[in-house]
């Protein structure tokens, strides 16, 4: 039984027609951009998210650019981030004018590693950091983080984009980012139809500097205080991930179910899995293998392959050693723990609504390839 990586046309049975009626609807009165579906979508986001100002915009990258904006950074300032991460990331530092330094992982969690981050502020100095909350969950020790880039009058750049649902302390991942960041991709875990992204923060100036260069810097319709561009949500889209919103409880639960299925067989077949670490409650937003050997995660991902399994690795490669970094990148501290992680991950089929079926027919698959991998 073919089992795909991930199927996001799992919807509920009333998704769809409630979604050809919204769309019947908006056309008919050309709701298309702004109107009542962003502004309730925001509002909704952030309640869902405990903070008080959620800015809707055209992507998740431009979410980055649009929070890195607002808190300051500009053309010659210094930008922290790990160097495992989606290139989003990284291009974001660039797209807004500022130095980007990677900075080495943690392998246990997959985030920055906090001695590396340490050295690196007080060698670079940088204006911000970002912290990238990876495969579903953050860093174990995101607290440090935080209270270690206030202590220094750094700002601390949350990229949340694989986090919507997640939980950090009992509370919303985003509550306590002095200002994070998300992406409705249509594979994350609250998706849209296309692209969008939202900005999330408590802080009331970042928060109208962000809204505004989103929309041209305006002041009004044809005054304009700052040089931004257009990176407004459109209507459907919003109308869309409200509506997913509705689900949104379900499929989190889904979600969550088939991640922990995985966490509870896969240690048995000689599969090393890295968990959420203490403090959270993931979103299931991916379930991450660690296979070290190279011949070994060759021979599984080729089983896998020829079984019509679906797999992935998030993310292949390290960002200092992309080809688009070269002329950019300002430095990199620390080690090189991103560029193992990165050749050892493999990453199970994962989406809402999976079946115990199909998951039990990827163990079954796993389970021989494993058996028979070199070692």
């Not at 056309?27 to 909704?44: C, H």
């Not at 060698?123 to 969950?137: D, I, Q, R, S």
């Not at 199970?348 to 990827?362: G, H």
Request: hydrophobic residues 45%; aromatic residues 8%.
């Amino acid at each position: 039984m073919p089992v795909p990586f991930i199927d996001i046309k799992r919807f509920e049975p009333d998704f769809l027609p409630a979604w050809q009626a919204k769309v019947a609807e908006m056309s008919a009165q050309a709701q298309f951009v702004g109107g009542p579906e962003v502004a309730r979508l925001e509002q909704r986001l952030a309640a869902a998210t405990g903070v008080d100002h959620a800015i809707s915009c055209g992507n998740g990258t431009d979410a980055i650019q649009l929070a890195l904006r607002a808190v300051g950074v500009g053309p010659g300032d210094v930008v922290l981030l790990p160097n495992a991460t989606f290139w989003a990331t990284f291009e974001a530092v660039v797209n807004v004018g500022a130095n980007p330094v990677t900075v080495d992982i943690n392998p246990a969690d997959g985030a920055l590693d906090l001695d590396a981050f340490t050295q690196a502020l007080n060698t670079h100095a940088p204006k911000a950091a970002l912290v990238v909350h990876l495969y579903g969950w953050g860093s174990a020790r995101l607290a440090e983080l935080r209270q270690l880039c206030q202590a220094r009058g750094v700002v601390l750049v949350e990229d949340g984009a694989q986090s919507f649902g997640v939980t950090y302390q009992e509370q919303s991942i985003y509550a306590g980012a002095a200002i994070a960041t998300t992406s409705f991709y249509p594979a994350k875990v609250l998706g849209a139809a296309g692209d969008g992204g939202a900005v999330f923060t408590s802080h009331a100036g970042w928060a109208e500097k962000a809204r505004q260069l989103g929309n041209h810097g305006r002041t009004s319709h044809y005054g304009y205080g700052l040089v931004g561009w257009n990176s407004r949500m459109d209507a459907l889209q919003a109308a869309f991930v409200n509506l997913a919103l509705d689900h949104f409880d379900a499929r989190l639960a889904s979600r969550r179910e088939a991640a922990a299925y995985y966490r509870s067989k896969l240690p048995a077949l000689g599969v090393s899995v890295m968990p959420a670490p203490a403090d959270y409650n993931e979103n299931g937003y991916c379930n991450v293998c660690v296979l070290p050997d190279p011949a070994q995660k060759a021979a599984v991902e080729a089983a896998l392959k020829d079984a019509g399994i679906g797999f992935a690795n998030i993310y292949p490669g390290a960002m200092s050693e992309q080809e688009g970094a070269r002329g950019v990148l300002h430095a990199h501290v620390g080690g090189d723990c991103a560029q193992t992680l990165c050749a050892s991950v493999l990453n199970l089929p994962l989406f809402a609504y999976i079946t115990r079926a199909e998951q039990d027919e990827v163990m079954g698959v796993l389970q021989q390839a494993m058996a028979a991998a070199p070692i």
